[in-house]
């Protein structure tokens, strides 16, 4: 019968794998990924849209101050981001998957101008009348 000495390298090991990691951020780059939490910025504007960003509960857009600060934009309300930690998540995030469709994002459509007024029709409501 074979007996396995235990050593202290395999404990250490063990004790390393079972420390849950912190989540990092995640990145993806492009317009499709920023479109869904912010809209389009006029020229001009302080505000640079690079992608999306997440990490846990906390997703938005990801975008660059004149300043050359991270923040998390989500609509107009802007959260700063460390640019540290940002920077190495940019550094190592995919781009937006080239489909091989042409896929454009959807624009509101315009106002027609010449449908129809809608018609309503209101009819009288029904009185009980008590004998």
């Given amino acids: 019968m074979q007996v396995q000495h235990s050593t202290e390298k395999s404990v250490a090991k ?3 794998s079972l420390k849950s990691r912190k989540p ?3 990145v993806v780059l ?3 990924a920023w479109f ?3 809209y389009e910025r006029p020229e001009g504007d302080d505000l640079t849209l690079l992608g999306s960003v997440s990490k846990g509960a906390q997703v938005g857009a990801l975008a660059m101050t004149a ?3 991270f923040v998390q934009v989500v609509g107009d309300h802007r959260v700063p981001l460390k640019t540290k930690e940002i920077a190495k998540a940019v550094a190592n995030a995919p781009r937006e998957p080239k489909p091989n469709f042409s896929r454009d994002i959807p624009t509101w459509p315009a106002v027609c101008k ?3 007024a809608p018609v309503v029709i ?3 409501r029904r009185v009980a009348v008590m004998p």
């Fill in 14 to 16: 063990s004790q390393q």
């Fill in 24 to 26: 990092g951020w995640r």
């Fill in 30 to 32: 492009g317009r499709a």
């Fill in 36 to 38: 869904k939490y912010t």
């Fill in 67 to 69: 300043e050359g600060a």
């Fill in 114 to 116: 010449e449908s129809p």
């Fill in 122 to 124: 209101v009819k009288k």
